[in-house]
Structure formats: structure tokens, C-alpha cells
Nanobody, 123 residues
Framework: QVQLVESGGGLVQAGGSLRLSCAAS????????AAWFRQAPGKEREFVAA????????TYADSVKGRFTISRDNAKNTVYLRADSLKPEDTAVYYC????????????????WGQGTQVTVSS
């Protein structure tokens, strides 16, 4: 069992930056692949980025590649999402997710989810 708690969302102007954090419970979190998804009002939840348990492999959605960076600190059981050059279209609730199966880009591939944190980017 893994419990995930996101933090770090907020209101930022276009071009600004945020760092989201996802704190996980459980002693074996380093065994889990972790991912960030986001969901804007009226839209489906979409994949943003993922990182393998070891932290050695990352995957990004094309829409955030070059602007967002996913990382993790397994000693702290925490996954981060650094979001730079934010755009109004990045506005969404951002969710942290985890699984034991590896990097998957569909939400159905993840069993464990946090409650989400709101990111709002003003123009």
C-alpha cells in the first residue's frame, strides 16, 4: 500500500515556475514507478511525466517536454515536478500516481493516486 500527498500548487503568472511535491508513505517506495497526471475542467486526465523507481529513466508528454522536469528523492520518499515557462494551458489539477509495473502513460495503469493540487496559470 502506498499513500500519496501532493503539495506545491498555486497561482502563477505565465512564464513563471512552480515545484510540485508528492510525499509517499511506505518503506518500499523506491520500487514504484511514479508519475504526474493533470486534469483541466471539462477534459480527460492526461499524462504529464513519469520516473522509474531508481530515478534513472524519465518520460514526458510532448506538451511539457523541455519545460517540466520530474525527479525523485527515495531517501525522502518524495517525487517532484518542476514546471518552468508555465502557460495558461497548463492550468489543471495535478495528480501524483504510482505503480509497480513501470512507465505507463494511461491513468488506468496506476493503482495509487493522491488527492491532487491545483495549478492556475494567469495570462
Amino acid at each position: 500500500q502506498v499513500q500519496l500527498v501532493e503539495s506545491g500548487g498555486g497561482l502563477v503568472q505565465a512564464g513563471g515556475s512552480l515545484r510540485l511535491s508528492c510525499a509517499a508513505s511506505g518503506r518500499t517506495f523506491s520500487s514504484y514507478t511514479a508519475a504526474w497526471f493533470r486534469q483541466a475542467p471539462g477534459k480527460e486526465r492526461e499524462f504529464v511525466a513519469a520516473i522509474r523507481g531508481s530515478g534513472g529513466s524519465t518520460t514526458y508528454a510532448d506538451s511539457v517536454k523541455g519545460r517540466f522536469t520530474i525527479s525523485r528523492d527515495n531517501a525522502k520518499n518524495t517525487v517532484y515536478l518542476r514546471a518552468d515557462s508555465l502557460k495558461p494551458e497548463d492550468t489543471a489539477v495535478y495528480y501524483c500516481a504510482a505503480n509497480l509495473y513501470g512507465v505507463l502513460t494511461t491513468s488506468s495503469g496506476y493503482r495509487y493516486w493522491g488527492q491532487g493540487t491545483q495549478v492556475t496559470v494567469s495570462s
